[in-house]
């Protein structure tokens, strides 16, 4: 059998960082997402009797060590469930800029479970098409919905909060050169809850923030939206700098975006700014807004590049994609 899914990565508004539970990946702390539309992922599994191991392709080159193992075994979850012991040919490919860093586990999980289930002859609901994404990343579990998305803390799966219609936002990427070779989110989170004495703080205030930015969803309130997501994204960092040794993603390039940004806020334009495991800045602005601030923040020295992207939809399956 031979299946094709597409999805849509995410972006945190309210941070997940830190695990309830590390053996089930269940998140510590409530997080609320947007899905985008610009940003995914395209795989197709192919379950194949004569395979004598997976064999995992993403964007033409063949994974192996870490990486191959965590897709091998959400592969395994399925096949245990299904009864099914073949191997399959799983082919990937990320549409984001490439060598961007943006690289994401979430829509690639996501992808994932969709076309690995089906394949395999599971039904799955969302939910449980949630759940099995969050297993193998907990931000995955977020892009099997469109719009904006939450997960609760301690929970399996994810589930929508509202449609992207409440709020008319986009996103505008910079994308910035990479800095140092970074931590990966799972190792950084483990790290930063092994370490940091500003980790019970974060898991005590993370809620209180998911709490105003849900409320401020969806009574279409950017602004408190705003200041919330930016205390979120720079509470979440100031948890991981306070590791030993710390944890740092920003650059000097990074610093220079959140400035314009908070110069733009100044000069009157809605904008606000959010950061994850990389150099890159996200700013949410209004959909109105987001080509002339995009063309504005490209102009920031150190930034590469800036894409706008608008809200996603929810994944799908599609036989006809190229992958
Ligand atoms: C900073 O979902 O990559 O992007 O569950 O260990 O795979 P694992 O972590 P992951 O963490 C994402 C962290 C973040 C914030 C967020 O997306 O909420």
Known sequence: ?????????????????????????????????????????????????SLEQDEITLDGVRLEGRPRERV????????????????ARVTSRNELPTAAGLASSASGFAALAMAGARAYGLSLSDTEL???????????????????????????????VAPASVLPVSMVVTLTAKGPKPIGSTEGMLHTAATSPY?????????????????????????????AMEQSALAMHASMWAARPAITYFTPTTLAVMARVRELRSAGTPAFYTMDAGPHVKVLVKSTDADRIAAELAGVAGVESTLVAGPGPDPRLDEGVEV
Do not use: C
Not at 24 to 46: C, G
Not at 140 to 152: D, K, P
Not at 203 to 223: F, M, Q, T
């Open 199 to 227: 980790y019970a703080a974060w898991l005590e205030s993370a809620p209180k923030l998911y709490d105003e930015i849900r409320h401020a969803v969806l009574a279409g309130d950017l602004e408190t939206l705003g200041a």
């Open 72 to 87: 091998v075994t959400l592969l395994d979850r399925v096949r245990n469930q299904a009864g099914i012991s073949a191997f």
């Open 130 to 160: 949630s759940a099995l994404a969050r297993r193998s990343s907990a931000s995955a579990a977020r892009s099997l919905f469109g719009g904006f998305v939450a997960l609760e803390a301690g929970k399996e799966s994810a589930e929508r």
């Open 1 to 49: 059998m031979r299946t094709t899914a597409i999805a849509h990565a995410n972006i945190a508004l309210a941070k997940y960082w830190g695990k309830a539970n590390v053996a089930d990946n269940l998140p510590a702390v409530p997080s609320l997402s947007l899905t985008l539309d610009r940003l995914r992922t395209i795989t197709r599994v192919e379950v194949i009797e």
